[in-house]
Every structure is written in C-alpha cells, then in structure tokens.
Nanobody
Framework: VQLQASGGGLVQAGGSLRLSCAASGRILSHHVMAWFRETPGKERDIVASVSVSGDSTYYVDSVKGRFTISRDNAKNTVYLQMSSLKPEDTAVYYC????????????????????WGQGTQVTVSS
C-alpha cells in the first residue's frame, strides 16, 4: 500500500491550496482517510478525517470553516481544500488511512492509522 501526497507549496496568508493523496490499490473502500500535520518540535496532529462513504467528517477546531476534506473512491484519492490560510497552518501535511471495515465513522483514534504518505510541505507567509 502506498499513499502519494501532493499539492503543497508556498502561499500568502489568506490564500488557498488543495492537497491530494492518491492511494495504490482499492484500499479506500474500507478505510477512513485523514490528513495530519507536523511542525518542528510538535507531535503530528490530525487535521481532518472522512468516512468511507464521505458523508461523515471530522475537523480540528482550528481549521473548521476553512478546510474541507473530501474523497473520490473511484479515483482512490482524498483531498484537503485549504482556504483562508494562516501562517500557523505552516507544516508538513501527511495523509493516512485507518481500516474500519463497514463502520460508518468519520473519526478514529490516531493510533489506528497504519498507512502514511510521504508528506507535503505547506508554507504560509504573512
């Protein structure tokens, strides 16, 4: 299983970016998908997650109303649309998957994520 994240870059505060994460194989059909982010000296924290069907989502409070997570199971891809970006959003963003089988949940505990992408850098300048 491989996850390939892309779409990071440098953007000014208030701008937008769209991250994509393409998965190999048909693993998305039974997996919650999520985006995490990590900054130097801090733990990797979840940003958003989406259920298998895409109808249930979770967002950390700091991104609610600004970020939107979505998925296209036919393309084995999950997206993170980021708008109104702030300098504090600067981080390396990682996509990850957690097997949930037939559970209709949009959030699972961090320790259930067992496949990770390579990370993509997002830098927001002030």
């Amino acid at each position: 299983v491989q996850l390939q994240a892309s779409g990071g870059g440098l953007v000014q505060a208030g701008g937008s970016l769209r991250l994509s994460c393409a998965a190999s194989g048909r693993i998305l059909s039974h997996h919650v998908m999520a985006w995490f982010r990590e900054t130097p000296g801090k733990e990797r924290d979840i940003v958003a997650s989406v259920s298998v069907s895409g109808d249930s989502t979770y967002y950390v409070d700091s991104v609610k109303g600004r970020f939107t997570i979505s998925r296209d199971n036919a393309k084995n891809t999950v997206y993170l649309q980021m708008s109104s970006l702030k300098p504090e959003d600067t981080a390396v963003y990682y996509c990850a998957t957690a097997f949930v089988g037939s559970q209709r949940v949009g959030y699972v505990s961090n320790n259930r994520y067992n496949y990770w992408g390579q990370g993509t850098q997002v830098t927001v300048s002030s």
